[in-house]
């Protein structure tokens, strides 16, 4: 297969370059040149499959022509190591819980799914000669989630090494823990700083021709197809098990967004096929993509905090794969476009207020506990279904993540799974750093 980039003034790549680079040379987004159509018989038969038996078919469309197919399927059986049940919330409402990996978050898969692909491309290119090729090194700048998500993928991947750079003192000990307490290939930045600096450090580091030299170095960005990509998977194990319930004829799949690399990979498994009758991205505060559904134009803006923070985003990266998606790579016009959008998609928008207000009525009316982002999934499916139509929301997070956060709506003292409590007695190992490039290379050109 080979790749695209949105912005049409990069070479045609493929899939080896598109997951090392992750952005394209004219800062596009890579898109696949052809979304395979699944046949009829997979549809016909998916309740019958597993998770993984599922997620093996979508992965072979998207990258069957690249990868070995047994490597493909261990990388694939590896990255699914838990699962992803739908439950029930409420009458025709049903939670589809992404937050049964590593790190309890959706994040996971397409994290763990980009250090098995790195390592199978590194293996490869190992192979052919005699001597050891060096470590490929990740860095990756986080404000909590990503960086936890990434550190827990790449853990233990022979070959990589990775940098996660965060800030200090602005990531809550919860999440702090999940990429500072793990050793091995996985090393903590924290600078004395804050997010935006993290991030310079993180490019000034990649434009640096000296440091390029003395290391090979990739990003694990959300953008990045191998992380994005295998999100699908969640969305078709979902068709199917709501199939096995006979629940699947009037699908609407609503989705909490933030940059948009979920609800972009569940429109790709769409153009495969998958039969879900529309979506719903539901957003917090941050309404840029709400409101280019109202008016057809797309206005980016700083980002606002609120409760469901990983959907703090202002300026969604994969808005420009999904106008590349409609626009059939730019030959259809704006209107034509946003309308095709707009058939199939719907938006909602939530403040703070509206979403500790939902987290209140569905704990008391159904005793379900959902974490700030879910709860915008929720409360648009409850605002937004038809008669007739099920609803399926993905519940990004488990609430424990948010713990401080959700007992204090809720008044609960939400139980910390196992995994979650053993990163947080780990020890605290990470390396301090000022916000001065000069600093942080000169410790990359040690290592
Ligand atoms: C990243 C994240 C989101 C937003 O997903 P996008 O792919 O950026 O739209 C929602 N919820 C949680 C918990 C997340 O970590």
């Keep these: 297969m080979k790749y695209y980039s949105t912005n049409g003034k990069a070479p045609i790549a493929d899939l080896q370059k598109a997951v090392v680079k992750g952005l394209a040379e004219d800062r596009g987004l890579y898109m696949p040149e052809a979304i395979k159509l699944l046949p009829k018989v997979f549809f016909d038969n998916i309740q019958e499959m597993n ?55 959706f994040k996971d898969v397409g994290a763990r799914f980009m250090a098995r692909l790195l390592q199978y491309f590194i293996r490869q290119e190992a192979g052919g000669r005699s001597q050891e090729t060096g470590d490929v090194n990740v860095l990756v700048a986080t404000s909590g989630d990503t960086g936890s998500a990434v550190a827990n993928g790449f853990l233990g991947v022979e070959g990589i090494h990775v940098y996660v750079l965060y800030p200090k003192g602005k990531v809550s000990p919860i999440q702090e823990c999940q990429f500072t307490t793990l050793g091995k290939n996985i090393t903590a930045i924290e600078v004395d700083g804050v997010f935006d600096d993290c991030q310079t450090l993180v490019k000034s580091a990649f434009m640096d021709e000296e440091l390029n030299q003395h290391m090979m170095l ?12 295998p999100q699908a998977f969640y969305y078709f194990n979902a068709f199917a098990r709501m199939k096995a319930l006979g629940k699947a004829g009037n699908l609407v799949m609503c989705v909490p967004s933030g940059n948009f690399g979920n609800i972009c990979s569940a429109l790709f498994g769409h153009e495969m096929g998958l039969p879900i009758k529309r979506f719903i991205a539901a957003n917090n505060a941050n309404d840029i993509f709400f409101k280019y559904l109202q008016t057809g134009k ?66 008391a009316e159904t005793g379900y506990i959902l974490d700030p982002h879910g709860a915008c999934g929720y409360q648009a499916l409850v605002d937004g279904l038809q008669p007739g139509e099920i609803g399926v929301f993905c519940e990004t997070a488990h609430p424990a993540k948010f713990k401080e956060k959700v007992d204090d709506i809720l008044g609960t003292d939400v139980e910390i799974p196992e995994r979650l409590a053993a990163f947080m007695r780990g020890e605290k190992q990470s390396v301090e750093m000022t916000k001065d490039f000069a600093d942080f290379k000169a410790y990359l050109m040690k290592q």
Excluded: W
Aim: aromatic share 10%; with cysteine.
């Design 51 to 105: 998770f993984q038996q599922i997620a093996y078919n979508v992965a072979s469309a998207f990258f069957g022509e690249d990868v070995d197919l047994d490597a493909l399927q261990d990388i694939v059986y590896d990255t699914l190591s838990f699962d992803c049940p739908v439950k029930q919330v409420k009458e025709n409402i049903y939670a589809l819980e992404l937050f049964h990996g590593p790190t309890l978050a």
């Design 298 to 363: 797309y206005e980016p803006k700083a980002s606002v905090q609120t409760l469901a923070n990983a959907m703090d985003v202002g300026d969604p990266s994969n808005f420009a794969r999904i106008i590349n998606l409609y626009s059939q790579n730019n030959k259809l016009t704006d209107e034509a476009t946003h309308h095709r959008i707009t058939n199939l998609i719907s938006g909602a928008t939530y403040s703070n207020e509206q979403i500790k207000e939902t987290m209140r009525q569905c704990y």
């Design 218 to 229: 990739t990003s694990a960005n959300s953008i990045n197809v191998a992380r994005f990509l």
